[in-house]
């Protein structure tokens, strides 16, 4: 039975589909489990017990987005395709699309929970020269940190054994390309909507011919981010 933060965060996180990131479903969340005979069934948690587990102000609520995220990641390492292909493009598109499937159940609370989570944070200023969403995001930072974990999860899964620029500029597109994607399923109208997977197929494949071509790492890069900018443009992805 749910009892330390872990646990209730846990125990939560398969409900947030039905019920959104709220406090009131991690006051809930404590209720749920397997008692014993002899255990008094338990109420929900107070508005004290939550601030004394995760802190004032909107931190459970916090609290349970970040748990949500990185079971998010946890999920895409159950990607069976990863150990039956050699193809490691075949391997980094199946990746990023479980993470986008992922995302699916919970759609109609993500843009609201990913405009909190941004919305608290100072805003901070930055030189990446990446074609960002235009989602009212007030500081995309946490957005960038996001992609990146995604990105560098499915570097790690596949094996990817590129070190120095080359490292940093394929996670740095792998990150953009899922950016991209993510914005536009959060701006779709409908969760059976798979545009935003055929988006991300699309960019991927662009990515894939572009690093086949060009051998310098900042040609490659500058001709990738063109490319996906464009290819997300055409499709709608952005507001032009």
């Known amino acids: 039975m749910a009892s330390s933060p872990i646990q209730l965060l846990r125990t939560a996180v398969p409900l947030v589909q039905t019920y959104g990131f709220s406090r009131s479903l991690l006051a809930h ?8 005979a002899n255990d008094v069934p338990r109420q929900p948690l107070s508005d004290a017990a939550l601030r004394a ?10 609290a349970l987005f970040g748990e949500w995220l990185r079971v998010g990641l946890e999920d895409m390492r159950n990607d069976a395709s990863t150990s039956t292909t050699g193809d490691r493009h075949a391997q980094l598109n199946s990746l990023l699309l479980r993470r986008l499937e992922w995302n699916t159940p919970a759609l109609s609370h993500l843009p609201s929970a990913f405009r909190h989570w941004t919305a608290l944070a100072a805003p901070t200023t930055t030189q990446l020269h990446i074609p960002l969403p235009t989602l009212p995001f007030r500081n995309p930072m946490p957005i960038f940190k996001h992609t990146l974990d995604v990105a560098d999860e499915a570097l790690v899964i596949t094996g990817d054994s590129s070190r120095g620029p080359e490292w940093y500029a394929r996670r740095a597109a792998l990150a953009t390309i899922y950016g991209i994607a993510e914005s536009h399923q959060l701006q ?3 969760p ?7 988006l991300l197929s699309r960019m ?7 690093r086949l071509a060009r051998d310098d790492v900042l040609g490659f890069s500058d001709y990738l981010l063109r490319s996906i900018q464009g290819i997300a443009r055409s499709s709608g992805a952005f507001v032009r």
Request: glycine content about 12%; overall charge negative.
């Open 204 to 210: 991927l494949e662009e990515a894939n011919r572009a």
């Open 29 to 36: 969340a404590y209720t749920l489990g397997s008692p014993n």
């Open 192 to 198: 059976r909507d798979g545009s935003a997977q055929v």
């Open 53 to 62: 587990l995760f802190g004032a102000g909107d931190a459970p609520e916090r």
């Open 188 to 190: 779709s109208s409908s």
